[in-house]
């Protein structure tokens, strides 16, 4: 992101309720002096000038001697370039950010071996294992697993979070390009997007043989350099830069792009992905990037 001293700045802010919408407003203006823009219900922006952003930023913020602090309410908010601020690309993680559930983990139950893949998904989305090997021996404990329990695991555990379909029908109707890229598995990615309203979709390719899971994965696995490509790639293609983009997960695996982005969101994300995130989203649902950007309740699309 541009360094928010030199343009003017957009505070945005989106309450998860009334009651905390309305507190994190009230003390925003006492604190700032300056009036809100309704975006919807419970969304504004705070027009900032360029040469007050930094400190109304520490303000706001509650950093050591300045002002007051947001984190004690169910809000979510961004503070961001008011320039550029409708992206033209849109490319979002899967697992736990556009749906609900980590597939891996939710086919590994079929297989009986839940537990131990949890562990490890879960140790590699905190950044803790590299992503290529984790995911080897993860697909490995599925050898054997009928390929008919992926159908049952999509039909019976799957589901959009609330707010993704808003998000990307909205953004393809103005214009944007909607991509979902995954570490998890084509057979998922393919049907998410379509349910979700994605453009295109990237991911891993299970191995299977006489309707059964070979315990493989196709190379070369799609993991977090993966993710970074594909955001350049399809930026390139549409004639943008990084900056046109804004990028959303949750795990380790996410981070590369999510710092690329001209808008980089940390949804329910780990601990090593917020803090390096341009804006999280930890309370509200997935429509907040919809105003994070600028976007009217009056301009979603269903």
Same mark, same amino acid.
């Given at each position: 992101?541009?360094?928010?001293?030199?343009?003017?700045?957009?505070?945005?802010?989106?309450? /998860?309720?009334?009651?905390?919408? /309305?507190?994190?407003?009230?003390?925003?203006?006492?604190? %700032?002096?300056?009036?809100?823009?309704?975006?919807?219900?419970?969304?504004?922006?705070?027009?900032?000038?360029?040469?007050?952003?930094?400190?109304?930023?520490?303000?706001?913020?509650?950093?050591?001697?300045?002002?007051?602090?947001?984190?004690?309410? /169910?809000?979510?908010?961004?503070?961001?370039? &008011?320039?550029?601020?409708?992206?033209?690309?849109?490319?979002?993680?899967?697992?736990?950010?556009?749906?609900?559930?980590?597939?891996?983990?939710?086919?590994?139950?079929?297989?009986?071996?839940?537990?131990?893949?949890?562990?490890?998904?879960?140790?590699?989305?905190?950044?803790? !294992? /590299?992503?290529?090997?984790?995911?080897?021996?993860?697909?490995?404990?599925?050898?054997? !697993?009928?390929?008919?329990? !992926?159908?049952?695991?999509?039909?019976?555990?799957?589901?959009?979070?609330?707010? =993704?379909?808003?998000?990307?029908?909205?953004?393809?109707?103005?214009?944007?390009?909607? &991509?979902?890229?995954?570490?998890?598995?084509?057979?998922?990615?393919?049907?998410?997007?379509?349910? &979700?309203?994605?453009?295109?979709?990237?991911?891993?390719?299970?191995?299977?043989?006489?309707? =059964?899971?070979?315990?493989?994965?196709?190379?070369?696995?799609?993991?977090?350099?993966?993710?970074?490509?594909?955001?350049?790639?399809?930026?390139?293609?549409?004639?943008?830069?990084?900056?046109?983009?804004?990028?959303?997960?949750?795990?380790?695996?996410?981070?590369?792009?999510?710092?690329?982005?001209? !808008?980089?969101?940390?949804?329910?994300?780990?601990?090593?992905?917020?803090?390096? =995130?341009?804006?999280?989203?930890?309370?509200?649902? %997935?429509?907040?990037?919809?105003?994070?950007?600028?976007?009217? &309740?009056?301009?979603?699309?269903?």
């Amino acid at each position: 992101m541009s360094e928010l001293s030199t343009i003017p700045t957009v505070l945005t802010i989106v309450g /998860a309720n009334r009651d905390a919408y /309305a507190e994190a407003v009230s003390r925003v203006e006492r604190l %700032l002096s300056i009036s809100h823009s309704a975006l919807g219900p419970t969304a504004c922006d705070f027009m900032l000038p360029a040469e007050a952003s930094i400190q109304a930023k520490a303000r706001v913020m509650g950093f050591p001697g300045e002002g007051t602090s947001l984190s004690d309410l /169910a809000v979510d908010f961004a503070f961001q370039p &008011a320039e550029n601020r409708k992206k033209r690309l849109l490319i979002a993680d899967m697992d736990s950010t556009i749906i609900n559930v980590e597939c891996l983990d939710e086919l590994a139950d079929f297989a009986g071996v839940k537990a131990q893949v949890s562990e490890i998904t879960e140790r590699a989305m905190r950044g803790e !294992l /590299a992503f290529e090997g984790a995911l080897r021996e993860r697909v490995g404990m599925l050898k054997g !697993l009928s390929v008919d329990a !992926l159908q049952s695991c999509y039909d019976q555990r799957v589901q959009l979070n609330p707010g =993704a379909r808003t998000l990307v029908t909205t953004m393809a109707k103005h214009g944007a390009r909607c &991509a979902l890229v995954s570490g998890g598995f084509t057979f998922f990615t393919s049907r998410v997007a379509e349910a &979700a309203g994605f453009h295109l979709n990237r991911a891993n390719t299970l191995i299977e043989r006489d309707g =059964a899971l070979t315990g493989e994965v196709g190379d070369p696995i799609l993991g977090k350099e993966a993710k970074l490509a594909a955001l350049r790639e399809e930026t390139a293609a549409l004639g943008l830069t990084p900056a046109d983009a804004l990028a959303v997960g949750d795990g380790a695996n996410d981070l590369a792009m999510i710092e690329a982005a001209g !808008l980089g969101v940390a949804y329910r994300a780990k601990p090593i992905v917020a803090a390096q =995130a341009d804006a999280k989203v930890d309370h509200t649902d %997935l429509t907040t990037l919809l105003y994070f950007q600028g976007y009217r &309740a009056e301009e979603f699309v269903s």
